[in-house]
């Protein structure tokens, strides 16, 4: 049912795109600003290698090349780099995944949930209750 009314929906009031402006930029600044401190120090203090698979990049693929925090803690960044290593963008993805896997309860090795062990034994008494009869 196409009409005159097809096309995209405008917004109910006119959108400040000034006020838009600044806070994408602001946003664009303090992500910049983020990303400056470990990884452009990450980037000095390892090669830029893909600490997984090996790939290896250069100026040109360099933004493919994520600084991973082996902890798994973003505020952890000692200036030696020993909670960084660089990893390629598939690998740094893979890597997050299997430790949400983990967290979570899956087995990462076999893709399983991973299940407690039973700690009820049914037949503890058989014996007892087979002389009953």
Same mark, same amino acid.
């Given at each position: 049912?196409a009409?005159?009314?097809?096309g995209?929906?405008?917004?109910?009031g006119e959108l400040?795109?000034?006020?838009?402006?600044?806070? #994408?930029?602001?946003?664009?600044?303090?992500r910049?600003?983020?990303?400056?401190g470990?990884?452009?120090?990450?980037?000095?203090i390892?090669p830029?290698?893909?600490?997984?698979c090996?790939?290896?990049f250069t100026?040109e693929?360099?933004?493919?090349l994520? #600084?991973?925090?082996k902890?798994?803690n973003?505020?952890n960044?000692?200036s030696?780099?020993?909670n960084?290593?660089?990893?390629c963008?598939?690998?740094?993805?893979?890597?997050h995944q299997?430790?949400?896997h983990? #967290?979570?309860?899956?087995?990462?090795?076999?893709? #399983?949930?991973k299940?407690?062990?039973?700690?009820h034994?049914?037949?503890?008494?058989?014996k007892?209750?087979l002389?009953?009869?």
């Amino acid at each position: 049912m196409a009409g005159k009314n097809s096309g995209p929906r405008k917004p109910a009031g006119e959108l400040d795109s000034k006020k838009l402006d600044n806070i #994408v930029a602001r946003a664009h600044k303090e992500r910049d600003s983020r990303l400056a401190g470990y990884r452009e120090q990450s980037l000095r203090i390892h090669p830029w290698v893909c600490g997984r698979c090996g790939r290896t990049f250069t100026r040109e693929n360099l933004h493919e090349l994520t #600084v991973h925090h082996k902890d798994h803690n973003h505020d952890n960044n000692p200036s030696d780099g020993s909670n960084w290593e660089n990893l390629c963008l598939y690998c740094h993805d893979n890597e997050h995944q299997r430790f949400a896997h983990l #967290v979570r309860g899956y087995d990462v090795s076999i893709g #399983v949930e991973k299940q407690a062990s039973a700690t009820h034994n049914p037949f503890a008494n058989l014996k007892d209750m087979l002389k009953d009869k």
